[in-house]
């Protein structure tokens, strides 16, 4: 099985930076893809960013210029590094794992980000 756990979520002004962590336990590997997704009150998940086991990346174009994704395959660790913050940034933000092999997604519990001033 796989576990994936977030943290880094909390409340930040306008303008500030916030980084997420996804800790990834269990059989996975280099090579599975890793993404981050939100999900606002009302609306449906969407995805924020993605990186293959390659270290492709690709971005929403809301989050383009301001957002990076990373992640440390000796560490099994997803990042997001979120930049210039708005208050429509306000969301739950989880960590998807496609795992090539077992052929299924994993997802994380997820974290609260809260763009407020």
């Known amino acids: 099985q796989v576990q994936l756990v977030e943290s880094g979520g909390g409340l930040v002004q306008p303008g500030g930076s916030l980084r997420l962590s996804c800790a990834a336990s269990?059989?996975?590997?280099?090579?599975?893809?890793m993404g981050w997704y939100r999900q606002a009150p009302g609306k449906q998940r969407e995805l924020v960013a993605g990186?293959?086991?390659?270290?492709?990346?690709n971005y929403a174009d809301f989050v383009k210029g301001r957002f990076t994704i990373s992640r440390d395959n000796a560490k099994n660790t997803l990042y997001l590094q979120m930049n210039s913050l708005k208050p429509e940034d306000t969301a739950v933000y989880y960590c998807?794992?496609?795992?090539?092999?077992?052929?299924?997604?994993?997802w994380g519990q997820g974290t609260q980000v809260t763009v407020s001033s």
């Open positions: 998807k794992l496609a795992h090539l092999l077992y052929r299924r997604d994993y």
């Open positions: 269990g059989s996975i590997f280099s090579i599975d893809d």
């Open positions: 990186i293959t086991g390659g270290g492709r990346t």
